[in-house]
């Protein structure tokens, strides 16, 4: 079965402007969540998604939002980057709790 | 918060050598697993483990959850081993949300 997707897979943006990013599941993975990997910071817990709601999310500032859609789809948005929004975004889908599937990542840099 | 530190945080080794890493964490977790992360960057599920001992070819996991902590053997490694190696686990009342240790950084060399 076809994995996690996640897109694009590298993008660079300038300080100020906002950003999309997508995440498509497994098929039959209701759960989509968010991870934020940085040098500094380690893997960091952004949000997770489930039927459509979030369920639960990070310590992070309101720039960063996101979403997810009926067929299980989610977006993420991040608004005014800052450079220090350079990171590598991942994205995990799961059935239930004992196995995280996760996408390549999108590498975002800020100028 | 919960407390997770990962040992050795670097480890080299030549091919063929054995390995053991290490996850201690200061609480209760539940749904303990590890992580492999390609050089590429992809992270790869290896084990859930929450207890007990788990084998996968070369690789096998044990985790003693009432004196909190997990480990992950490597035996035989090869290039393709390389890479950062995580555990990470729910916190209790945070069932959808993982956290992830800091990481053991393998190199595995010919």
């Known amino acids: 079965k076809a994995g996690v997707t996640q897109t694009p897979r590298y993008l660079i943006k300038t300080r100020g402007q906002q950003v999309t990013l997508s995440c498509s599941p497994i098929?039959?993975?209701?759960?989509v969540s968010w991870y934020q990997q940085t040098p500094g910071q380690g893997l960091q817990f952004l949000f997770e998604?489930?039927?459509?709601?979030?369920?639960n999310k990070g310590n992070f500032p309101g720039r960063f939002s996101g979403r997810q859609f009926s067929n299980s789809r989610s977006e993420m948005n991040v608004s005014t980057l800052e450079l220090g929004d350079s990171a590598l975004y991942l994205c995990?889908?799961?059935?239930?709790?004992?196995?995280?599937?996760f996408g390549s990542g999108t590498r975002l840099t800020v100028v | 918060g919960i407390q997770v530190e990962q040992s050795p945080p670097d480890l080299i080794l030549q091919e063929g050598a054995n390995s053991t890493l290490r996850c201690n964490f200061s609480?209760?977790?539940?749904?303990l697993q590890w992580f492999h992360q390609n050089p590429w960057g992809q992270l790869i599920n290896l084990f859930y483990?929450?207890?007990g001992t788990k084998q996968n070819g070369r690789l096998s996991a044990t985790t003693v959850a009432t004196e909190r902590y997990s480990l992950l053997y490597i035996s035989s490694s090869q290039t393709t081993d390389s890479g950062v190696y995580f555990c990470?686990?729910?916190?209790?009342?945070?069932?959808?949300?993982?956290?992830f240790g800091t990481g053991t950084r393998l190199q595995v060399t010919l």
């Open positions: 995990a889908s799961s059935f239930d709790m004992s196995g995280y599937t």
């Open positions: 098929s039959g993975h209701r759960s």
């Open positions: 998604y489930f039927s459509e709601t979030q369920r």
């Open positions: 609480d209760s977790v539940n749904n």
């Open positions: 483990i929450p207890s």
């Open positions: 990470a686990f729910h916190s209790t009342g945070t069932a959808s949300k993982l956290t």
